[in-house]
């Protein structure tokens, strides 16, 4: 069965960092495209970073030149080191797999928990 297990979420000010981490289970990462998403209140899940089959990095506008995404696919986890967090980066913040280009198009696959992110002002 594939499982997303996010973590690392917090409160943080605006400035700060936070590195979130999924583990995965259930499939080789290796095989998938890798990505983040999130869901701030009223407003629709987003694509934020994704890594792509043919390691291409994929970031949202809002997010480059703070965000970071990174894989290990030896302990089944992958990574997105946020820096110069924003109180607009405040989310809950899911990882998924999949294929193609996952942070641009319909994501219909299995979800995690998420994890939350506030970002205080």
């Known amino acids: 069965e594939v499982q997303f297990v996010e973590s690392g979420g917090g409160l943080v000010q605006a400035g700060g960092s936070l590195r979130l981490s999924c583990v995965t289970s259930?499939?080789?990462?290796?095989?998938?495209?890798l990505g983040w998403f999130r869901q701030a209140p009223g407003k629709e899940r987003e694509g934020v970073s994704c890594?792509?089959?043919?390691?291409?990095?994929y970031y949202r506008d809002s997010v480059k030149g703070r965000f970071t995404i990174s894989s290990d696919n030896a302990k089944s986890t992958f990574y997105l080191q946020m820096n110069n967090l924003k109180p607009e980066d405040t989310a809950v913040y899911f990882c998924?797999?999949?294929?193609?280009?996952?942070?641009?198009?319909?994501?219909?696959?299995?979800w995690g928990q998420g994890t939350q992110v506030t970002v205080s002002s």
């Open positions: 998924v797999a999949g294929f193609g280009r996952l942070c641009e198009d319909p994501y219909f696959g299995r």
């Open positions: 259930g499939f080789t990462m290796g095989d998938y495209a």
């Open positions: 890594i792509y089959g043919n390691g291409y990095r």
